[in-house]
């Protein structure tokens, strides 16, 4: 265990933040706006069931992913769950064990064993090998996470999943708004799932969504979140109800508009942070290729505790002592937690590595630029101290705590 130093003498005797900052502070960009429509959704006495907000919601997802359809639900995974057994999978699926514990438990609660594949060190992503080392004559899919919002390396998957006669889908809950050469993801594989919880990019407070070109896939989500009943209102299939509801569909539909200007707040962010811990020894931020649309929700650090002088447990206490609260990221990754004993744990060294390693630090529009260099100073400050006290960073000890600077936004 790395050597703790007290937490609060990073920066002095009192917290750095006065309040709490939290990673995925849910945004509302215009209150008066979104006050208004729930006023109209109150005023039409439809709350629910498939009503206008919900609707229009649908039509403009689908046009800014440049998909046929998108099929709303009551949460990501929902979304998924639904989407999977759309599918009509059996047997095992293929998915990363380094995502959130929500992606596993889709695929159980679909009925179906997940089978944990390694991910990249530099990506993340499933590590497209690694899933054909785990491929049995029971594996039905392959579920992949597009982390970070950053693209599976979709081609590589595609080509696995061709070779063994799998389905591919992914768990696109941090990619709304994203690219992958181009193309939106939404687009990929038999379908997409999307999660619109309050803490993700795009929010309906809680909800989610099916993306796909496949015709059979979006009419059996919709059955299934509506009690299976067909058109003529009689119940085709055994369905349930995980319908979104008009409140929160306008939520949703207060923000389409402002999501360009989100992106590019938190790119702002993204890049500010990058210059202020690019010269802390061992602390590297996750990269974005600048050629995609991406969000810049998740603002993901590596820690190399050697490098650094402390652990990211450490780092993430430090933080929290100046009132920062950062999220270990996944820790423990789900084959590591008790729901998932029993399934293997196998060639998943990459997995456990960056779930010790890796921490996402608070961004968002929330974040002044004083306080994303506060942050950064934070972090180094407990660099060097941990370098003072034997570690490798000593080098930086001519640190200069205080720089300032702003946002027009
Ligand atoms: C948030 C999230 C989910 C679950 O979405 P909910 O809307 O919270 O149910 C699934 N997978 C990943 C990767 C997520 O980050």
């Given amino acids: 265990m790395t050597q703790r130093m007290h937490p609060a003498a990073a920066l ?53 992913h440049g998909v046929r359809h998108c099929v709303a639900v009551c949460n990501g995974t929902i979304a998924l769950e639904l989407a999977l057994r759309a599918a009509c999978l059996t ?34 992503n499933l590590d497209a090998n690694a899933v054909e080392r785990v491929i049995t004559a029971r594996t039905s899919a392959i579920l992949g996470v597009h982390l970070w919002g ?29 690219s992958h050469r181009g193309r939106m993801i939404g687009t990929f594989g038999r379908a997409e799932a999307f999660s619109f919880h309050a803490t993700k990019f795009f929010h309906t407070v809680e909800g989610g969504a099916v993306l796909t070109d496949d015709d059979e896939i979006a009419e059996s989500v919709q059955r299934q979140r509506n ?36 992106a590019a707040a938190n790119r702002r962010r993204y890049e500010l942070y990058r210059q202020g811990l690019r010269d802390i020894p061992g602390i590297s931020v996750v ?32 933080l929290l002592a100046e ?18 004993r029993g399934c293997s744990t196998r060639g998943l ?14 961004t968002g529009p929330a974040m002044s630029a004083d306080d994303i260099h506060l942050v950064c100073d934070i972090v180094g400050a407990a660099a060097e101290l941990a370098g003072r006290n034997g570690g490798p960073s000593g080098r930086h000890a001519d640190r200069k705590l205080g720089r300032s600077g702003s946002f027009a936004s």
Avoid at 98 to 115: D, E, I, M, Q, S
Avoid at 291 to 310: C, F, I, K, M, S
Avoid at 323 to 340: D, E, G, K, Q
Avoid at 349 to 362: D, F, H, I, M, N
Wanted: glycine share 8%; hydrophobic share 45%; with cysteine.
């Fill in 323 to 340: 009132n920062v609260i950062a999220r270990p990221y996944f820790s423990p990754p789900c084959h590591l937690m008790p729901a998932y």
């Fill in 150 to 178: 950053r693209a599976c390396d979709v081609a590589a998957l595609a080509g696995v999943a061709r070779r063994n006669g799998l389905q591919l889908l992914f768990d696109a809950a941090h990619a709304f708004g994203c």
């Fill in 12 to 64: 002095g005797p009192s917290p750095a933040f006065a309040e709490p900052v939290v990673v995925g502070k849910p945004w509302t960009p215009d209150r008066g706006r979104l006050l208004a429509l729930i006023g109209d959704v109150l005023d039409s006495g439809r709350l629910s069931n498939g009503g206008p907000a919900v609707t229009e919601l649908e039509r403009r997802v689908a046009d800014l």
């Fill in 227 to 262: 009690f299976g009943f067909g058109p003529s209102g009689e119940a085709l299939i055994v369905g349930g109800n995980a319908k979104l509801n008009e409140i929160s569909a306008t939520v949703g539909l207060s923000q389409l508009d402002s999501l360009e200007q989100l």
């Fill in 349 to 362: 060294e990459e997995t456990e590595r960056l779930s010790r390693r890796t921490v996402a630090l608070p």
């Fill in 287 to 318: 990269e974005y290729s600048l050629a995609e649309r991406l969000n810049y929700h998740y603002l993901a650090v590596e820690v190399d505790p050697q490098e650094t002088g402390l652990d990211r447990d450490a780092l993430v206490d430090i």
């Fill in 91 to 124: 047997g095992e699926v293929v998915l990363p064990s380094f995502t959130f514990v929500a992606t596993a438990h889709a695929v159980r609660r679909a009925g179906l064993v997940p089978v944990f594949a390694d991910v990249d060190p530099v990506t993340h």
